[in-house]
């Protein structure tokens, strides 16, 4: 079986076609999540869980046992499901698979979860595909996670904003885990139908309206003093909402992209959109910032990104607080 993404095994396993092994890994653990709970929850009814369906743990687990579990047979079931979950805590997992691929039960539905890490080992992959589904989930590109976002809610009967999507993907970065329980507070929260905008966001994510990260940017990018000092004085008041390690993970983010477009061939918003890999709306911000911040000054800015990050993790820092690290911080980016 050739390598389909998460969409079409859960289609799949829907429309009842159930392999007997899956082996789910790599980076992003959320689709490995997915795929697993939507196996545990929906494969087998309730009546028949109990006595068919076993999850075991890779720290815990007893590989002669788990194999003898493989080889039941189902109890007035037409098959039972065995996860293995935290599979990559077990060394040398895919040879100790290899000789119960070559003997595969049918009736049994072994999931395999090997999270944050893949496999190089081509023939256990080749078997794994004859025998069942092989699945590599891989990390999304923050670039990537604001059609990620739309195509989520899409999904689910909603519409986004642009806007709304980058002021997510900005706030939350790239953990999809993260994302995805934010999405469904909104789903929750919101009539079915609606196109949600950033007051939506900032009315149930807990974005403040003046001063979220885009508006503090702005205000950086203009040098707008008074601004700069509101926006820390809230963000150092309200540190759940702020932390300061997200703050400075989306500054360098920006200040990041900044300096990239500075080195462009071509400095516009279609070359930002195609080298740098923007959507149009943050290609248009970014050439505006281009005019506001030189090359010098986004150098300055990443070097004092990395030492204040490094700050706020404890690192040549003992007892200054985020909200007086952050006040450092802004005015040294300003001045």
């Not at 997510?168 to 919101?190: D, F, P, R």
């Not at 279609?270 to 910032?289: C, F, N, Q, W």
Request: aromatic share 12%; hydrophobic share 35%.
């Amino acid at each position: 079986m050739a390598t389909i993404d998460y969409q079409q095994i859960l289609k799949s396993i829907k429309e009842k076609d159930i392999k007997p092994f899956y082996f789910l890994s790599g980076g992003e653990p959320y689709f490995i999540d997915l795929i697993s709970n939507y196996i545990e929850d929906s494969v087998l009814d309730e009546s028949e869980k109990a006595f068919n369906q076993t999850i075991v743990y890779g720290k815990d687990v007893q590989w002669d046992q788990l194999i003898e579990s493989l080889k039941r047979f189902p109890m007035m079931a037409e098959r039972q499901v065995v996860i293995l979950k935290e599979a990559q805590s077990i060394q040398k997992i895919t040879d100790k698979l290899m000789p119960y691929l070559d003997h595969i039960v049918d009736t049994t539905v072994f999931v395999v979860c090997y999270k944050y890490k893949t496999t190089a080992a081509k023939k256990f992959i080749a078997k794994a595909k004859s025998k069942g589904v092989y699945f590599e989930s891989k990390p999304l590109y923050e670039n990537q996670i604001p059609d990620w976002i739309h195509n989520y809610l899409a999904r689910k009967g909603f519409k986004i904003t642009q806007k709304a999507s980058l002021l997510l993907t900005e706030y939350l970065g790239s953990n999809l885990s993260t994302v995805a329980n934010e999405l469904h507070k909104l789903t929750i929260a919101i009539d079915k139908g609606t196109e949600i905008n950033t007051q939506h966001i900032e009315e149930n994510v807990g974005i403040s309206k003046d001063y979220n990260i885009f508006e503090f940017q702005d205000a950086l990018a203009k040098n707008d003093v008074l601004k700069v000092n509101r926006i820390v004085n809230y963000y150092g008041d309200n540190p759940k909402n702020h932390p300061m390690i997200v703050t400075v993970s989306s500054l360098y983010g920006f200040y990041g992209r900044l300096m990239s477009f500075h080195y462009l061939p071509h400095k516009s918003k279609d070359e930002a959109m195609r080298s740098i890999g923007m959507a149009p709306y943050p290609a248009t911000k970014l050439v505006k910032h281009a005019q506001q911040i030189g090359p010098g000054r986004c150098y300055k800015a990443l070097k004092l990104l990395r030492e204040y990050d490094q700050k706020s993790k404890g690192i040549n820092n003992t007892s200054t607080s985020d909200g007086s690290l952050l006040k450092e911080l802004a005015f040294k980016l300003l001045h």
